[in-house]
């Protein structure tokens, strides 16, 4: 059984920097299969597609965020990551890691597991 | 880039039919056969219902269909249950290695 388990410190500091990971069991990051990707739900909004990361560590965010997102990859850990900086009260969400689904060799843009989630705050 | 747009809410009574509707533009539905749904129930993640615009995956009810017609796809659900209660989710992939999410809608189970 696959599944997904982010880990966040659950508060930020405003213009601090969001650190989040998401641990990955029963499916391999480094087998190539799928692409790995955030996502975040504000309070009462729609899903927002942060950005993935491939294992080769080749990675896609989302442009409209205007902001430092860095996504990164550990395959021999099986876990990839997220940094936000300058965070500020409007990057309070619920942040999701999920795996995305790889054709042959094309992403086909949907996501077939999700995490179960991890609620961050930003507030001083 | 915008959110899809959604209908709000949409309610049904047990065992009728309703149609969700998902709004883009031609940079990003109207180009792409990457159309995805999303139900979500309260306190949970989403689950894909609905993938390449009509396909559904394994073990999902065949009560959910999905189609695309120009700019505008629509999730279809057949023979309304009350576990069906839930908020629904478009996405679809709008180009130069970006998704864009719509903003959702509550159906609700009269």
């Known amino acids: 059984q696959v599944q997904l388990q982010e880990s966040a410190p659950g508060l930020v500091t405003p213009s601090q920097t969001l650190s989040l990971t998401c641990t990955v069991s029963?499916?391999?990051?480094?087998?190539?299969?799928?692409?790995w990707s955030w996502i975040r739900q504000r309070p009462g909004k729609g899903p927002e597609w942060i950005g993935y990361?491939?294992?080769?560590?080749?990675?896609f965010s989302n442009p409209s965020l205007q902001r430092g997102v860095m996504i990164s990859v550990v395959p021999s850990k099986n876990q990839f990551s997220l940094k936000m900086t300058s965070v500020t009260a409007a990057d309070t969400a619920v942040y999701y890691c999920a795996r995305q689904v790889r054709g042959e060799g094309y992403n086909k843009w949907y996501f077939d597991l999700w995490g179960r989630g991890t609620l961050v705050t930003v507030s001083s | 880039q915008s959110a899809l747009t959604q209908p709000a809410s949409v309610s049904g009574s047990p065992g009728q039919s309703i149609t969700i509707s998902c709004t883009g533009t031609?940079?990003?539905?109207?180009?792409?056969?990457?159309v995805s749904w999303y139900q979500q129930h309260p306190d949970k993640a989403p689950q894909v219902i609905i993938y390449?615009?009509?396909k559904r995956p394994s073990g999902i009810s065949v009560r959910f269909s999905g189609t695309v017609s120009g700019n505008t796809a629509s999730l279809t659900i057949s023979g309304l249950q009350t576990e069906d209660e839930a908020d629904y989710y478009c996405a679809s992939y709008a180009g130069r290695s970006t998704l864009l999410f719509g903003e959702g809608t509550k159906v609700t189970v009269l």
């Open positions: 031609s940079s990003d539905i109207g180009s792409y056969n990457y």
């Open positions: 990361i491939y294992h080769t560590g080749s990675t």
């Open positions: 390449e615009a009509t």
């Open positions: 029963g499916d391999s990051i480094a087998s190539g299969g799928s692409y």
